[in-house]
């Protein structure tokens, strides 16, 4: 089933509603999945819209600020996999924000149900050379991070 919604475009609907989609990541355009909560009947409610619209408002600010608390994650989760002491290549040391960006790529934006959090809720979804099982994702609640973790925070 196609539906073109006004706000977030032509959209394909497979147990929710998904479009490919052009969006910037730290100057670099890249080719991501836009997936939207909803039923077959295409209709979204007022929150999800809000909060699509607010992350692309503000995301040239808001990709900078993932940076930081994925670096913090990742030299956590260094830690507790004890790669801080013993060696593991998926786990090298990263010290800045620039070798940590080298090491992320941009896969998908998830638009939840708007009746979940009170906040303008958004999934930010990325791929990574450490972990690529389980990925990396990022929780925004009124466009600030909320949770990073496995990519399962994020949908």
Not at 9 to 27: A, S
Not at 69 to 91: C, M, S, T
Not at 133 to 146: Q, W
């Amino acid at each position: 089933m196609i539906k073109n919604d006004p706000v977030f475009g032509v959209l394909e609907y497979n147990y929710g509603w998904t479009r490919k989609t052009m969006f910037q990541l730290f100057g670099e355009e890249l080719e991501i999945t836009l997936m939207i909560d909803g039923d077959e009947d295409g209709r979204f409610d007022e929150k999800q819209y809000t909060a699509y619209q607010s992350l692309i408002q503000d995301w040239k600010q808001v990709q900078y600020n993932l940076l930081q608390p994925i670096l913090d994650y990742y030299r956590k989760k260094r830690i507790e996999l004890g790669y801080d002491v013993a060696f593991n290549g998926n786990y090298p040391l990263v010290e800045t924000t620039a070798q940590l960006m080298k090491m992320i790529t941009l896969e998908g934006i998830v638009v939840p149900y708007g009746d979940i959090n009170e906040e303008r809720d958004i999934g930010v979804l990325f791929s990574c050379t450490w972990d690529s099982e389980n990925g990396l994702g990022v929780r925004l609640l009124n466009e600030e991070i909320a949770d990073v973790g496995y990519q399962d925070v994020a949908i």
